[in-house]
């Protein structure tokens, strides 16, 4: 079993910045892929991005290419989301997922999530 604990989400400006951060407890936390995902209201939880245990491959959804970026830090059990040029449609509870690879992560949402964090980005 994995526990995951987010933290970092509130409310920014359009165009404002926030740092997720996701600490994880039970098995060893390099063992697994970890990564985000979000759901806002009236929406199905979808993918935002991945990275594996080891941090040489990373996946990203199609509309935070180049505004979000996730690392990892395996000394700290801890996965970061680094979340830049936020727009009102970036809003939503942001879960921090774990996996034995990136594409459970990304296909079927991981096998362990946190509690989730709320986003909000005004317009």
């Known amino acids: 079993q994995v526990h995951l604990v987010e933290s970092g989400g509130g409310l920014v400006q359009a165009g404002g910045s926030l740092r997720l951060s996701c600490t994880a407890s039970?098995?060893?936390?390099?063992?697994?892929?970890m990564g985000w995902l979000r759901q806002a209201p009236g929406k199905e939880r979808e993918f935002v991005a991945a990275?594996?245990?080891?941090?040489?491959?990373?996946y990203y959804a199609d509309s935070v290419k180049g505004r979000f970026t996730i690392s990892r830090d395996n000394a700290k059990n801890t996965v970061y989301l680094q979340m830049d040029s936020l727009k009102p449609e970036d809003t939503a509870v942001y879960y921090c997922?774990?996996?034995?690879?990136?594409?459970?992560?990304?296909?079927?949402?991981?096998?362990?999530w946190g509690q989730g964090t709320q986003v909000t980005v005004s317009s």
């Open positions: 990275r594996s245990w080891n941090g040489v491959s990373t």
């Open positions: 997922a774990a996996a034995d690879r990136t594409s459970t992560i990304r296909i079927s949402g991981g096998a362990y």
């Open positions: 039970g098995r060893t936390f390099s063992n697994y892929a």
